[in-house]
Antibody, heavy 120, light 112 residues
């Protein structure tokens, strides 16, 4: 069973930084692309960033380009999101999700997420 | 790509069926032949869960009361024999025309 645990969220002032981490088990981590999604309080779901399985290709939503950096450590089955120059509009719960379309044992559940609050 | 869901609010009766539409501003057939349209459920106070991927494939453990259908730019999630635990918000998401991956606005399903 795939298990995802996000961490690293917290309260930070505008302009500050945070580094989110996500440990994935139950999956051949180094064979899957990985996403970061987020959900602002009371709002819908939003895709933030994606990194290919090898770590050499990545994409970002326009609003975070130049401020966020996604990376991964396949030896530790861990995904990261370095968040710099944070803004109030980045306040959300952040989720890491595998780009899994292979069926089989994957049950589609997301982790508990890690909350980020940008607050002055 | 813009995904438009309807309705945005869906009152249902226990035991009855419910359907949610998701229309895309562009066709969602990928160059590899697959259509990357997924459906997610978010129960109150819980993290989201993907129920359906590639239009109609159910993730492991998803009850067969949930079914996805459609093609091109017009898709539907059907929930048969609605149960109380199905209450929540449902989202469609496209993973064909990237980036970005995009979601519909969400449909809030409640028991009436």
């Amino acid at each position: 069973q795939v298990h995802v645990v996000e961490s690293g969220g917290g309260v930070v002032q505008p302009g500050g930084s945070l580094r989110l981490s996500c440990v994935v088990t139950g999956l051949y981590f180094n064979t899957y692309g990985m996403h970061w999604f987020r959900q602002a309080p009371g709002k819908g779901l939003e895709w933030v960033a994606f990194i290919e399985y090898h770590g050499n290709t990545y994409y970002y939503i326009d609003s975070v380009k130049g401020r966020f950096t996604v990376s991964r450590d396949n030896s530790e089955s861990t995904l990261f999101l370095q968040m710099d120059s944070l803004r109030a509009e980045d306040t959300a719960t952040y989720y890491c999700v595998p780009n899994h379309y292979d069926g089989g044992y994957y049950d589609g559940y997301w982790g508990q997420g890690t909350p980020v609050t940008v607050f002055s | 790509v813009v995904l438009t869901q309807s309705p945005l609010s869906l009152p249902v009766t226990l035991g009855q069926s419910a359907s949610i539409s998701c229309r895309s501003s562009q066709g969602l057939v990928h160059s590899d032949g697959n259509t990357y349209l997924s459906w997610f459920q978010q129960r109150p106070g819980h993290s989201p869960r993907r129920l359906i991927y590639k239009v109609s494939k159910r993730d492991s453990g998803v009850p067969d009361r949930f079914s996805g259908s459609g093609s091109g730019s017009d898709f539907t999630l059907k929930i048969s024999r609605v149960e109380a635990e199905d209450v929540g918000v449902y989202y469609c998401m496209q993973g064909t025309h990237l980036p970005p991956w995009t979601f519909g606005q969400g449909t809030k399903m409640e028991i009436q």
